[in-house]
């Protein structure tokens, strides 16, 4: 019988020892395998087609919508923020340009479609932050970022889930040097994504942009920061030689999260009532028809009743 081999309290206290002294893996905060996998979540549900294909307004994204003066683009984005308090989301409008009372008359307008209370419109519409220039720190309008401060103060005071701004062309910034516009747009993106909310924006076409022209994401009237920092674009066509000036077309032009969807193209349904236009549904048509209404509206040929009944 083989004898055990004694093992001396000394040995035990090497043993130990020694692997207190083993070095120890260094976590590494930045490193890869510690970052959390976002994944792609409709927190924000909607009716409109051109948003279900990613998904909704995204937390954390920043989103522009680029169109031609005039045409159309605050009925849009006001269309898509009542559509947010509707559903019950604090939501934070900023406007650069127009009048409250104009906004809210909208807004009440297209409430009153389905909510014939006073009392109900108007619960409803305690949802909305409508904030202009005149709300914000008067001394941070020459600094892009004490701007963009001074305006998520609000985004925290009032637990806003949505914010647009309408809109970067016309706000303090919109005609500021290219250093200044991209300081602008580079932090609003890093304070959309510390705040994780999404940030909706509104940009105007460059000056030189053909009025039968198909817009692209380089005729946005801004620095490049404009097409590059933002996670999706958008583009509102407007048709100018087509009888229904009404007409719009929506086209993805960006989708940081899905590149599949880029170029897919969205009839929009305007709605008039009392005066008042808004966009209430839209629908994916194909690239083929798409093209050729523009095709049609830059040679001049909207003749014919039967292609405008098509439409």
Sequence with gaps: MKRLKKISVSDIRFSLDEEILKPKEQIKRHSLDQIKIKELKEDFKTKYKFLKAHKGFQRGHTHVFLGRTNKGKSALVQSLACENIVRGHNTLLFLSEGEKGDVKRRFDTMLSLKYKSVEERNRIMRRLILLDESDLDQATIHDPQSWIASLFKFVKEYEIELAYIDNFSTCSFGDSSPEIQA??????????????????????QAKSVAPDKELTI????????????????????????????????????????????????????????????????????DNKIAKELFFRNKSQRF?????????
């Design 218 to 285: 380089e005729d946005i009237r801004a620095n490049s920061a404009f097409m590059n920092s933002p996670s999706f674009v958008y583009a509102l066509n407007n048709f100018c030689n087509y009888e229904d000036q009404s007409k719009r077309v929506l086209t993805i032009l960006k989708s940081r999260l899905d590149g599949d969807i880029i170029g897919n193209y969205y009839d929009l349904s305007y709605k008039k009532y009392k005066n008042e236009g808004f966009y209430v549904k839209d629908q994916k048509i």
């Design 183 to 204: 300081n602008f747009v580079k932090t609003l993106c890093a304070s959309t994504q510390r705040y994780q909310i999404p940030l909706i924006g509104v940009v105007h």
């Design 303 to 311: 003749t014919t009743k039967s292609f405008q009944k098509s439409w």
